[in-house]
């Protein structure tokens, strides 16, 4: 008798507690999915919030939407553009965020705030900087899909084959408040009716405050990663000829002999790499030995290049400032922000040309 | 039970004031007997003349072989001397003479007939004239295999172990025998091997057996139900089988089988879950081969419990979850359905079960037709009507096909029940629901046991040895011990140093 008074008990319990199971449900289909949001700032605190989302067609082809509103907060915007929607805006398929020239040149740390704040946004979403009005560019379809989702297929296939670095909300905020490393994003503006990475931008803290160009891809990941491979670069070899090479490994080794120190840090970039396509007659083994010794000087005077800019800037994309962080016991900001201007800083490079494919 | 006892007592009270007092005790008990019996149709009773004697020979017609009585009884009645001399005269090995009228009852409803003077009714000759009416030894139905013998269990116990002791012609192999049920009186026979099965397991059973108190025994799947330790658990604990030669190898690693009359299953114990998983073709094939087809049917079965409660879970709750790439084909497809992702599910797999139940009680022929006419004709009707999404339908389908991997059909059974509290509590808490429902899935089966043996042996509690036999199986020279779960008094199969050896060389 107890026994089934304990039972009764037990299922009358799951019926009186129905009030607490009311947990908000997302259906798929009842919500709309933000794929992509772009931000600017049309005045010093009023933002812009463009955000896309796709509309699914019956027939199975994606229609790209947008919808623009302003306001002081982020999740103000999102509200506004509920009440223009059929269904409830929610932020959990996010896969990239845009932020607008002049936006990134101001700073972008209080727009990041909703993206870190919000537990159903990812970390893996894709940041970019965008070259235009956020509005315009858009509004309009560049592929079957809505351009959150072609964005964000845009960077990741870039990334993955290894043409620019890797970059996502999670890299950029890890290099905002690590110290010895600046963020970078890439640049993104639209040219005639497509959609490109035309660039990476570098910033000082939140702020966008340089950019390096397409050329200079190659050795930017080839001295970011510390193991990198699959990146290309057009080598010339003379007026109008070209050879194009293909990294199969590079390895990126620090040396730097006295830490926070005005000594030299070496740059040892150890590269193997093969050639694809090459058009200055047939391929022998000497200029097999020229184009190894061509790209290796490339690399050391571009590479150096690119690091005086950096120098110049103050800034430290390539984290110099935290492999010597990693060195040293006598590690200081401050006093490394002194330093790091004027270091000598110097790319060594090995190359060795693996093979050139077998064409007599 | 107590209803019942009072309906017997009843009968008790009707018989004594039915008989008449005026012959002997013994007399009057048997006449009482010819009266009950009399009253059924199918008893025939004649009276047959013989040198002067009058023989009073009784019978169920459709106990005994009417051949016998006319070939082997009848013509050496002539023979008639004396009562007791009838079992040397009669080419029958089983005449028993008694008086006793519960004895004469007994065996009269085993297939006897009997025989007695009508002037002397002390005595009363039974002589055994039985037929069994059973069906031929045929092709596994339920356990199928392409490779290896196709014999399988039918009705009859005596064919059941003469099935199986021709496979194990051995003096080991002990059976003991019991009768169950107070109105089927099933014969229950327990197999187990002498000096290999342990004991205390062998011991187990037959307490359990014995100590059963029902009135009928219509299947092996009975007993199951009575005799295993979880009675409450939808996992069986026993497993059943129809191959013969299943039971026969789990007897040699010391498991012990019951084999029920009038039920074409074997049952085996104590066993493990994983056992459920195997068919016994693994055995028949390269263990390479034979392990792959395990572990396939190991995942099929979670991918059956899981994927419905997933996708209800995921796309009530979880919508970051979706990879991009599969967001538009999942919101196109829902996009015309009214119904929340647990209706919609509810009913795809509701609909799956009736096809299942449909085809299961309906003759082969219209069964395979309703299959198609269901699978087919429904479900595109279904995602045409827009009830259900054709993603849905795909996934539905899978699971039920993989549901159906399961060699042991009772298991098939249990993990397409199960899949239903996990896709309630998916809707109403989500992944955490089906965390939670798994939770209770896994706690259920750590408490299980079989015969006082744990159930999810070898995994809880971990017996590394005993996975040479589980998710996968390893090649038979490895598998020189008994598995552990048995605790068997012998623990060696084999010389595992024998076993590899390939005498090839010396022949030459």
Redesign the interface.
Same mark, same amino acid.
């Given at each position: 008798m107890r026994k089934l008074k304990r039972m009764v008990q037990i299922i009358l319990l799951p019926l009186f507690l129905t009030g607490c199971m009311n947990i908000d449900q997302h259906i798929l289909d009842d919500v709309q999915l933000i794929t992509g949001a772009a931000y600017e700032y049309v005045d010093d605190d009023t933002i812009e919030l463009t955000t896309v989302f796709p509309n699914h067609q019956p027939d199975g082809s994606v229609k790209n939407e947008t919808l623009t509103t302003t306001a002081i907060l982020n999740k103000e915007n999102r509200d506004k553009q509920s009440l223009q929607s059929e269904k409830p805006m929610v932020s959990g398929k996010l896969e990239v965020a845009l932020y607008e020239r002049n936006t990134a040149e101001k700073g972008i740390l209080e727009l990041l705030d909703t993206l870190s704040r919000d537990p159903s946004i990812g970390a893996n979403v894709y940041m970019a900087i965008l070259d235009g009005n956020p509005k315009e560019v858009l509004n309009k379809q560049y592929g079957n899909i809505d351009n959150g989702i072609f964005l964000s297929n845009l960077i990741e296939q870039n990334v993955e084959s290894g043409l620019i670095h890797k970059t996502n909300l999670h890299i950029f905020k890890y290099k905002l408040y690590a110290e010895g490393i600046d963020p970078m994003l890439p640049i993104i503006e639209q040219k005639e009716g497509k959609l490109n990475i035309n660039a990476i931008g570098l910033f000082e803290e939140d702020k966008l405050v340089d950019q390096i160009e397409q050329e200079k891809f190659f050795f930017m990941t080839i001295l970011l990663e510390r193991k990198g491979q699959k990146d290309t670069y057009a080598l010339k070899t003379k007026e109008e000829k070209k050879a194009s090479i293909v990294n199969i490994k590079s390895v990126r080794k620090y040396d730097i002999p006295k830490p926070m120190t005005n000594s030299e840090i070496k740059i040892n970039i150890n590269l193997k790499a093969i050639i694809r396509e090459y058009n200055d007659g047939t391929l022998n083994k000497q200029k097999i030995k020229k184009v190894e010794n061509a790209l290796k000087e490339e690399i050391e005077t571009k590479s150096e290049e690119m690091i005086q800019q950096f120098q110049e800037k103050g800034i430290d994309p390539l984290g110099i400032g935290e492999e010597v962080r990693t060195r040293t016991r006598q590690w200081d900001q401050k006093k490394w922000k002194e330093l790091y201007p004027d270091i000598k800083i110097t790319v060594q490079a090995k190359v060795k040309i693996m093979e050139s494919g077998v064409i007599e | 039970m107590k209803k019942w006892r009072n309906r017997r007592s009843l009968f008790k009270d009707k018989e004594s004031e039915i008989g008449s007092p005026k012959n002997t005790e013994k007399d009057d008990s048997l006449g009482d007997l010819l009266k009950q019996l009399t009253l059924s149709n199918d008893f025939t009773q004649f009276t047959y003349h013989v040198n002067e004697t009058s023989l009073c020979i009784g019978y169920y017609t459709p106990l005994i072989d009417t051949e016998i009585l006319h070939r082997d009884i009848l013509p050496y009645l002539k023979k008639w001397e004396s009562f007791s001399s009838l079992s040397s005269v009669l080419p029958i090995e089983e005449v028993i003479l008694t008086a006793d009228a519960a004895t004469i009852q007994e065996n009269l409803l085993k297939g006897y007939i009997f025989i007695f003077d009508v002037n002397n009714l002390k005595q009363v000759c039974l002589v055994k004239a039985g037929v069994e009416r059973t069906r031929q030894v045929s092709l596994p139905e339920v356990e199928f295999s392409v490779v290896g013998p196709k014999e399988s269990f039918v009705e009859a116990l005596d064919t059941n172990i003469n099935l199986v002791r021709k496979r194990l012609p051995m003096p080991e192999l002990t059976i003991k025998e019991m009768i169950i049920g107070k109105l089927s009186k099933t014969r229950v026979s327990v197999l187990y091997i002498e000096g290999i099965a342990n004991k205390e397991n062998v011991n187990t059973v037959i307490q359990r057996l014995s100590d059963l108190d029902f009135d009928q025994i219509m299947d092996s799947s009975y007993i199951t139900q009575l005799i295993q330790d979880n009675q409450n658990s939808p996992f069986p604990q026993l497993i059943d089988t129809e191959r013969p030669d299943r039971i026969a190898s789990e007897l040699g690693e010391g498991k012990v089988a019951i084999l029920v009359d009038g039920a074409p299953h074997g049952l085996i114990g104590p066993t493990t879950i994983f056992e459920f998983f195997y068919a016994f073709e693994d055995y028949y094939l390269n263990w390479a081969v034979a392990s792959f087809f395990r572990l396939v049917r190991f995942f099929a079965v979670l991918f059956s419990i899981l994927v419905t409660p997933l996708y209800v879970a995921?796309?009530? &709750?979880h &919508?970051?979850l979706?990879p991009?790439d599969l967001? /538009?084909t999942?919101?196109?497809s829902? /996009?015309?359905?009214p119904l929340?992702?647990i209706l919609e599910a509810i009913i795809l797999e509701l609909a799956i079960e009736l096809l299942r139940e449909a085809g299961a009680r309906l003759p082969t022929k219209v069964g395979q037709t309703i299959g198609i006419v269901g699978g087919i004709v429904i479900g595109t009707a279904s995602v045409e009507a827009g009830l259900t999404s054709n993603v849905l339908l795909i996934i539905v389908a899978l699971a039920a096909l993989a549901s159906f991997t399961t060699p042991v059909y009772q298991m098939g059974n249990t993990i397409r029940l199960i899949r239903f509290p996990f896709l309630l509590m998916a809707h &109403?808490?989500?992944l955490i629901g089906v965390a939670v429902s798994f939770c209770f899935l896994l706690i259920h089966l750590l408490r299980l046991s079989s015969l006082g043996r744990p159930f999810l042996e070898p995994f809880y509690p971990v017996r590394v040895q005993d996975l040479k036999d589980s998710l996968i199986r390893l090649p038979f020279s490895m598998q020189s011990k008994r598995p552990i779960q048995e605790q068997t008094e012998d623990t060696m199969r084999f010389n595992p140093k024998k076993a590899k050896e390939k005498h090839d060389s010396k022949r030459i």
């Open positions: - | 995921v796309l009530t &709750y &919508y970051e979706i991009k967001v /538009s999942l919101v196109t829902r /996009s015309a359905i929340p992702p &109403y808490l989500g």
